[in-house]
């Protein structure tokens, strides 16, 4: 298999570590570990990468690890927002999905295939996750009598997250199941109420000002 960048198969070894399911990794709901891991990409690597694609840094080791992470995703999505127009999705996709498949091709095919679903929804739960946090963290605040639906939107991605976490943590034992679906269904009744209560405060807002809403 070739890779994007003309890389054959037996060479991404080198360059992606091999993930193991979320479930053997420790994946809680938090998207932490219950085991030490080591990181996929070094700093020292994620310097070269942010080099590599214009960034202009200085030598040796210029930023901590987080801040190059951020700066590196800042640059792979503002990417694809700038080509969203003229992307096709569905390739963008597989090419993902690719990758995961890469990063996982030391594991047997049938587990590899097993935990690649698992680690995309790991994904998927943290990108909502950080989604969440990151607009409530930046939202400017507004005085008590504004309305805004601002706020709306890490409350559902919120509800998206705790989907996307049940189902990542779904048990293996059937019997499990209930206590498991009744617990993510209860966090999701309050975030949900939490949410439909800003709708209707939006109502009452253009009661208030004549408008039918």
Not at 8 to 27: H, I, M, N, Q
Not at 148 to 161: K, R
Not at 181 to 188: E, K, Y
């Amino acid at each position: 298999m070739t890779t994007a960048s003309g890389n054959t198969e037996r060479d991404v070894p080198d360059r992606v570590k091999p993930l193991p399911s979320p479930r053997a990794a420790g994946y809680r709901g938090d998207m932490t570990s219950t085991g030490d891991r080591p990181p996929l990409i070094s700093t020292d690597r994620l310097h070269d990468c942010l080099r590599v694609i214009g960034v202009n840094l200085p030598p040796g080791d210029p930023m901590p690890r987080s801040i190059a992470l951020g700066m590196l995703l800042f640059m792979v999505e503002s990417a694809v927002h700038h080509d969203s127009d003229r992307l096709d999705h569905e390739q963008v996709r597989a090419g993902y999905l690719s990758g995961i498949l890469s990063a996982l091709q030391d594991l047997p095919e049938k587990d590899r295939t097993d935990a690649s679903g698992g680690v995309w929804v790991a994904l998927l739960r943290e990108r909502a996750h950080r989604s969440a946090l990151d607009l409530r963290t930046t939202e400017a605040p507004l005085p008590p009598d504004v309305y805004s639906l601002g706020p709306l939107a890490p409350m559902l991605l919120d509800a998206v997250s705790e989907v996307l976490r049940g189902t990542l943590e779904s048990p293996q034992d059937p019997e499990d199941m209930p206590e498991a679906l009744r617990t993510s269904l209860r966090v999701l009744r309050k975030q949900l109420q939490e949410a439909r209560q800003h709708v209707e405060d939006g109502r009452k807002t253009l009661k208030k000002l004549g408008v039918e809403p």
